[in-house]
């Protein structure tokens, strides 16, 4: 593999970084639009990401309108924010019908346009201006998208029965219709956005990974799911490689072991891609000097001048003592892929079970490593919910349901919808539901949740009568009674799980906003994976460590002290 260098790796106008959340795209994305420019390339960088940072990045105040950077002359940035623009699509949608609707019509259709395919519908809408608009095309040599939709939302734009679907004619169950609705004026320009996105003379695509499992197994899954649609041109950049180690330093070995055995075991379809690496770097991606760095030459490593404002960290033992002193009966452990909530969940379970507790413990992790903990621990029982085979369940529930009134056209929509997020944690949701109405006999501990959104979703669904009339059969008693059990903070938890770094700790807090929304309040957060509690001797990943710094205070202000800190351990 060899180091990512933009100006002999990028061969096309636009050019794309996507990937999980804190795998670094928007500092790769930043370091490649400076170093082009410093390459005296005409460049655009455009943000999508609904936690972006590139004002941090920057150190500069950026908006939705071209921003020149006064020490890259030959770049211009926009930071757009997909949030709003979501906002401001629902209520073009929805204004004409206040006033003439029920109020309860009218929630629904809200919920029904707040979801995650909404956000990246709206973030589509602003960024298709930039892929279509013929000037911006001649005034530069380079237009680089910070994040870019998934192929769920491609599909959807791409059918022509969605275009003529409206959220009345969801005969269907809570899901994501309806998000299409407002765009029927936008048609063209979404198509020729579609079609410069898979053409491979035009469009590099490039999938931003950590060398860990999980990361390089989504980005699998999502080059599948775009090469569905036909976008070829894609390519994988592995951030924060660990380099050649000192092997005194026990801590520096582990992780490059680990590193390199997620990059030995990568798929035949990753190991077919055309890679690129980047070492990792010590300092966090603030400032011109960083960036420029993070392509060109290492800086060593770099200190961060900070200080802790707590004295004295929490552990886990301390949470699972809270849960136990408080009586909670659902529990849930929260959090992005790749935080390490399955571990975390597992700890509780045991960490309660010693305490004399029944406990079940459940998940969706389809690797189910959770199995092993039956036999080591007494007073547990495990399940694992097949994700995949729920949701095809429901899937051919609905389908089954909808064949009854509709057509092939209209068919394909539904089909579609069903492949969203919001569909498959609906699927998930049920199994949950029957599990947790267990909760009266034991303490459940579930690994993963369903977001605000989701949950407003089925409340505002059932709330309406129509709405249940239409959905009957696809939503369970248990689902039904499964929401007012979690917004009754005297029975559950929520435990949110992040990591010491600025992606991770932004989306936790998004996460707890959209839980609030729905009415559930969590009390603990877990910070794991913290090189700070270390005793590494590596200068470079000591400099590291004390980079989490700002982050751990972050969470401590958040959680107004109620975190634990986790050290970093081998697995």
Request: net charge negative.
């Amino acid at each position: 593999m060899n180091t990512f260098n933009p100006i002999d790796s990028i061969k096309t106008k636009y050019v794309f970084f996507t990937g999980k959340g804190g795998v670094g795209k928007t500092s790769i994305a930043c370091a490649t639009a400076v170093n082009l420019a410093d390459n005296n390339k005409k460049v655009l960088l455009v943000s999508t990401d609904p936690a972006s940072n590139l004002q941090d990045v920057f150190s500069i105040p950026l908006s939705n309108k071209e921003t020149k950077i006064e020490e890259v002359p030959n770049l211009r940035i926009v930071n757009l924010n997909p949030e709003e623009a979501a906002y401001e699509y629902k209520e073009s949608v929805i204004a004409p019908f206040r006033g003439k609707l029920p109020e309860n019509v009218i929630a629904n259709m809200e919920e029904q346009l707040s979801g995650s395919c909404t956000i990246e519908i709206a973030a589509f809408n602003e960024f298709s201006d930039y892929i279509t608009n013929e000037e911006k095309r001649k005034n530069y040599d380079y237009i680089i998208f910070d994040t870019a939709p998934t192929g769920h939302t491609l599909r959807m734009l791409a059918l022509p029965s969605a275009w003529n679907t409206f959220i009345d004619e969801n005969t269907t169950g809570a899901s994501c219709l309806g998000q299409l609705s407002g765009l029927t004026d936008r048609k063209k320009i979404y198509e020729d956005a579609v079609e410069t996105l898979k053409n491979a003379s035009k469009t590099t695509l490039f999938f931003v990974s950590r060398p860990e499992e999980s990361p390089l197994q989504e980005v699998e899954r999502s080059a599948k799911e775009l090469l569905a649609i036909n976008i070829q041109s894609q390519q994988l950049i592995i951030n924060g490689v660990l380099p050649e180690y000192d092997n005194t330093d026990k801590i520096t070995e582990q992780i490059y072991q680990r590193q390199q055995t997620a990059l030995n075991n990568r798929s035949e379809m990753l190991l077919d891609m055309n890679t690129y690496i980047v070492p990792l770097r010590s300092y966090n991606m603030t400032g011109i000097d960083n960036i420029r760095a993070m392509l060109s030459s290492d800086k060593g490593a770099v200190v961060v001048d900070a200080k802790i404002n707590s004295k004295d960290f929490n552990g886990i033992d301390d949470i699972i003592d809270d849960l136990y002193q408080t009586g909670k009966r659902v529990i849930f452990t929260m959090g992005k892929g790749g935080v390490g909530k399955t571990t975390i969940a597992g700890e509780i379970a045991r960490g309660l079970a010693r305490k004399g507790l029944k406990i079940h413990l459940t998940t969706t992790d389809p690797a189910n490593h959770l199995s092993f903990i039956e036999t080591k621990t007494d007073g547990i029982t495990v399940s694992h919910i097949d994700e995949k085979k729920v949701l095809a369940d429901y899937q051919k529930k609905v389908l089954d349901k909808a064949r009854e009134t509709m057509g092939n056209a209209d068919l394909s929509y539904i089909e579609e919808d069903l492949r969203s997020p919001c569909t498959q944690e609906i699927a998930v949701f049920n199994s949950f539901a029957t599990i947790v109405a267990k909760a009266d006999d034991e303490v459940i501990v579930i690994d993963t949740a369903p977001t605000g959104h989701t949950l407003l979703l089925l409340d505002s669904t059932q709330s309406h009568h129509k709405e249940v009339e239409r959905t009957q059969g696809t939503i369970s008693p248990a689902v039904q009674n499964l929401l007012p059990r979690l917004r009754n903070k005297q029975e559950t938890e929520v435990i949110i799980i992040t990591l010491p770094e600025t992606t991770p700790v932004y989306e936790a807090h998004r996460l707890q906003e959209d839980l609030q929304r729905a009415g559930i309040e969590n009390k603990w957060w877990v910070i794991n994976a913290s090189l700070y509690l270390t005793n590494t001797q590596n200068p470079f990943l000591k400099a590291k460590a004390q980079s989490e710094i700002q982050w751990i205070n972050r969470v401590n202000e958040i959680s107004n002290g109620k975190f634990a800190v986790i050290e970093w351990k081998e697995s």
